[in-house]
């Protein structure tokens, strides 16, 4: 008889025990069991043959020895002791014998080669299973022994299975999760941190020497600034180096650090993080006209030298601090502003959307934004699941989702700060007159529709009388509307006329008529976000119930009664992340590996939550938030973090390179109050900091040499230091902090792209008229999702739609076209070159080494000079004979596209209304061929690695 089984009768394991006389357990089969063959068939056969006793598939019983020998519905042997070449367990296992349904039945779910020689090898040992009291006494035994190889288990709030629940974990990727505590070290200060550094150094390497003053300085003014020192700041340090180098080092990071640019560098890097943005994204990318008072919360927070605890309470929670009674106006206001990091994802709700999806959308976005950017860990891998790799279970997920059930968005009232930059507001009024020019068309549009109605009426031999009533009626209460033809429909649909009785919306219309009806109407809607950002509001959220909404076209603001109307969410788990699909409901909590004991309890009211949450999130005692954030400090200052992803602490990141010094620097950093001013003094104090990037004598390659800090890791400017930098040296630079954002000249290409948003086109981007407005730093530039400067993009600009735990650092060829083309480097060029010749009124030699202390801190060489002096003479006699047509911006923009509703092609105008009081940079027109001759010389001298680098 063929001995192959039906599935039914064999899921798995559904096999007799042949009654013959069992050999002597082994000791090392009786371990086997308890450490692997026991949790094998926890995970692989339970689940049918056991968990459920009612619907135990096949009639085969794992739960105890007792029913396995006891056998199934099968009248085949399944286990022969002593001989797993004879036994159908194993045999069916291995999925390759003929005459045994492979087992288990998917393929997904097949043992793994070593697993089927643990089955081979227990019931070659004899098949033991020994009682519960063996079992924990032999794990106890055992336990350090097994922990070693097959790793731990760690607490939790539990996950959605057994399995998962008891899952063990290798040490090594629980390293994030355990206490800080501060490693002994002989030094103190920086001292400490290279005695740390040196743990780790290959016997025998020697690390590279301090840098030159020259370069230090160079180095530390990026980093705190993102701008270069003046040649006269350069001069005055190595003056001051030559004498007291320790004293000159700590004037100058002191100077830094109180520096108003140093608040600029370090939001930049923050903004990184937590996707900063002034649009929303997706369809219709609106512009969110007051995120910008978040950006410079985060510009104030660090020159404030704000406590990092309160930092990350004021950005969860600010809202509910703020309704404290003992706030002050300004203080409340500034905690609303600050609560704008809960907006930062992308986020719409169109008519086209399900509004429970997109809530569900901010739901699940704020929760991993909190995970990456305080804890270190992308908790949305456990949305549909308990996490992989990692112990955070579905339940913390959704718990911590929780915390935000109850958190609304709106743009709340919030007055203007009296350290808030409001200058230039006055541009509005280019905003007012698009507008109007909306308006206009669609008034002309609308009696364009009245008249096409009159013909529909005739064509369709139907009355008008109802209609021209209803129509003179409307015209008398609203003698100044654009949508007389409108209301008029709807004035006769509320007296229950039929529709088929009257003219259909944009009746007559041509493909031109649908294209502007659709580009003035949806423009109008762009302004009331555009508009906003000149008003005091604030980017923000509020507590209380979720209102029913169908749709999102203008900005919210909080209702009246929040805590009566709408729905009161209740968090469950979402069965494969669906939100139609809730399971079993959770309250708010926390991450529970990180908490264990419960200490921390959330409250389920409606207010409350976040305030409890962030309090968890800055406690002291939280290994993950102090460990995260010296991380990204050390990133920020060497170009490379100690643990290796800074949004990913967990079992899939890269464990940390020292992690004595990360302890150590978190600890620190928790004593010494949260200060981000006194961990940078303490890391750019220590010889790490200050080593040459020239490689020393070693056998080690340079990446090897870096990795260990023994010598420093040069890094190249980033896309907003390169611009911000050729501002700086230019002369052209703006430097006053914060305001509205504003608008560089970009690529005129992609400026006047047809950017298409729902249903009709973006406006273009039109730059700022003033040079002034045009030439603030990059920090402020309008950041839209949908379109990003060209220039900036090229050399890594990270896209606002994820969280940037590092920028990425790519040479390609198209940086060339960028920096040694476009039109922004030669008018930077062009306005040094001015400013040295004219405005400085250098010349000859001394205008080129000007160029060099300017651009490189530092006087040209001999061959240098000589080389500039032949290019400059060389290059005017070829300027000597050219022409330039002075620069004009253009006053419109014509779009061409196939109108949807006709499929017809259509061209709609669009009047750049800015464009016409713009004032052009200095331009080759306006200087004599000696000026535009050494703008070519300093156009080669911007694209250097000299300039472009930091050593």
């Given amino acids: 008889m063929k001995k192959r089984i039906r599935q039914a009768a064999l899921p798995f394991l559904c096999l007799l025990t042949l009654q013959i006389p069992l050999p002597a357990a082994s000791p090392d089969a009786e371990q086997l069991f308890v ?306 990091f809960l907006r930062m994802g992308p986020w719409e709700l169109t008519g086209m959307e399900v509004p429970k999806i997109a809530r569900q959308r901010f739901l699940d976005d704020v929760t991993n934004s909190v995970g990456e950017t305080f804890l270190a860990h992308s908790l949305q891998c456990a949305r549909c699941h308990d996490h992989k790799f990692d112990p955070v279970p579905t339940i913390d997920y959704y718990s911590i989702q929780a915390v935000f059930a109850t958190t609304q968005i709106a743009e709340r009232d919030s007055a203007f700060l009296p350290t808030e930059n409001t200058a230039n507001f006055d541009e509005r009024r280019y905003l007012q007159l698009k507008r109007e020019e909306h308006q206009q068309t669609l008034t002309a549009l609308d009696k364009v529709q009245l008249q096409n109605a009159q013909t529909w009426f005739q064509q369709h031999a139907k009355d008008p009388a109802a209609w021209n009533a209803a129509v003179e009626q409307t015209t008398r209460k609203r003698r100044d509307s654009s949508d007389l033809f409108t209301v008029t429909r709807h004035t006769l649909l509320k007296q229950g006329i039929a529709e088929d009785s009257f003219p259909p919306k944009l009746v007559g219309f041509t493909p031109e008529q649908f294209g502007m009806e659709r580009a003035a109407r949806k423009g109008l809607e762009r302004l009331r976000w555009e508009m906003d950002r000149y008003e ?166 340079r990446e090897d040499l870096e990795k260990h800090y023994a010598t420093f890791k040069p890094r190249r400017l980033s896309a907003e230091e390169l611009r911000d930098t050729m501002l700086a040296t230019s002369g052209e630079l703006n430097p006053p902090l914060g305001g509205i954002p504003n608008r560089p000249e970009i690529n005129l290409e992609a400026a006047m792209q047809p950017r298409q948003v729902m249903g009709t086109f973006a406006s273009a981007w039109v730059p700022n008229p003033q040079p002034a407005q045009r030439h603030r730093r990059s920090l402020y530039a309008l950041k839209l999702r949908g379109l990003s400067d060209p220039m900036l993009e090229v050399f890594n600009l990270p896209g606002p739609d994820f969280s940037c735990e590092r920028r990425e650092t790519s040479t390609v060829t198209p940086q060339v076209f960028a920096l040694f083309n476009s039109q922004n480097s030669h008018a930077r060029a062009l306005a040094l070159a001015h400013r040295v010749l004219i405005k400085e009124g250098h010349d000859h030699e001394t205008a080129i080494q000007r160029c060099f202390t300017l651009i490189y801190q530092r006087p040209s060489k001999s061959s240098e000079l000589t080389a500039c002096l032949a290019h400059w003479r060389a290059m005017q006699t070829i300027q000597s004979t050219a022409t330039f047509t002075p620069m004009k911006p253009p006053l419109e923009v014509r779009h061409s596209a196939v109108e949807e509703n006709t499929g017809e092609k259509f061209t709609l105008i669009e009047k750049l209304h800015a464009n016409a009081d713009f004032i052009p940079d200095l331009q080759p027109s306006d200087c004599d061929a000696r000026t535009r001759a050494l703008a070519d010389v300093c156009l080669v001298l911007l694209n250097t690695n000299e300039f472009a680098y930091v050593y």
């Fill in 35 to 340: 450490r692997r063959i026991k949790p094998l068939f926890s995970e692989k056969c339970l689940a049918c043959h056991g968990n459920e006793p009612e619907k135990i598939k096949g009639g085969f019983d794992m739960r105890s020895r007792e029913a396995i020998l006891k056998g199934g519905d099968s009248d085949q042997p399944g286990l022969i002791t002593g001989n797993p070449e004879e036994s159908p367990l194993y045999l069916a296992s291995t999925r390759r014998h003929d005459d045994w349904e492979a087992m288990p039945p998917k393929e997904a779910d097949q043992l793994y080669a070593e697993q089927l020689q643990w089955i081979k090898d227990w019931i070659a040992g004899g098949a033991p299973w020994p009682d519960d009291e063996r079992v924990q006494l032999i794990a106890r035994t055992h336990e350090a022994e097994w922990a070693k190889e097959d790793g731990t288990p760690i607490k939790t709030s539990g996950g959605l299975s057994p399995e998962w629940t008891n899952r063990k974990y290798q040490p090594a990727d629980l390293w994030a999760y355990q206490p800080v505590i501060k490693p002994h070290t002989q030094s103190t200060g920086p001292a400490a941190i290279d005695e740390l550094i040196a743990l780790h150094f290959p016997p025998s390497l020697q690390p590279s020497p301090a840098a030159d003053p020259h370069t230090f300085i160079r180095r530390a003014t990026f980093d705190l600034t993102g701008l270069p020192p003046t040649p006269e700041e350069v001069k005055t340090f190595t003056a001051a180096h030559a004498l007291d180098a320790n004293a000159a080092i700590l004037a100058l990071i002191d100077r830094l650090l109180d520096s108003p640019h140093y608040g600029e560098r370090l939001a930049q890097h923050w903004l990184d993080v937590v996707r900063y943005a002034d649009s929303s994204g997706f369809a219709n990318d609106y512009e969110r006209g007051n995120a910008w008072r978040y950006r410079d919360y985060v510009v104030r927070a660090f020159n404030d030298d704000k406590p990092y605890r309160q930092f990350i309470q004021e950005q969860i929670a600010g809202d509910e601090l703020a309704s404290e009674p003992s706030q002050i106006s300004n203080r409340k206001s500034e905690m609303l502003i600050a609560t704008g």
């Fill in 536 to 701: 005091p509001y604030a980017l923000a959220v509020y507590n209380g119930r979720t209102p029913e909404m169908k749709s999102v076209y203008a900005p919210l603001r909080p209702p009246a009664n929040p805590l009566q109307s709408g729905e009161l969410e209740q968090t469950s788990i979402l069965t494969g992340g669906d939100p139609f699909s809730p399971d079993q409901s959770v309250k708010p909590g926390v991450l529970s590996v990180v908490d264990p004991t419960k200490k921390h309890r959330i409250p389920d009211s409606i207010a409350g939550r976040r305030k409890a949450f962030a309090a968890w999130i800055a406690d002291d005692q939280n290994p993950l938030t102090s460990r995260a954030i010296v991380n990204r400090i050390w990133l920020w200052h060497f170009d490379q973090p100690i643990a290796g992803n800074p949004n990913n602490f967990g079992g899939t990141g890269k464990k940390p390179t020292h992690p004595e010094l990360l302890d150590w620097l978190a600890a620190t950093f928790v004593e010494q109050g949260g200060s981000f001013k006194k961990l940078h003094r303490l890391i750019m104090t220590s010889a790490a900091y200050q080593r040459s990037s020239q490689s020393p004598k070693s056998t080690l390659a």
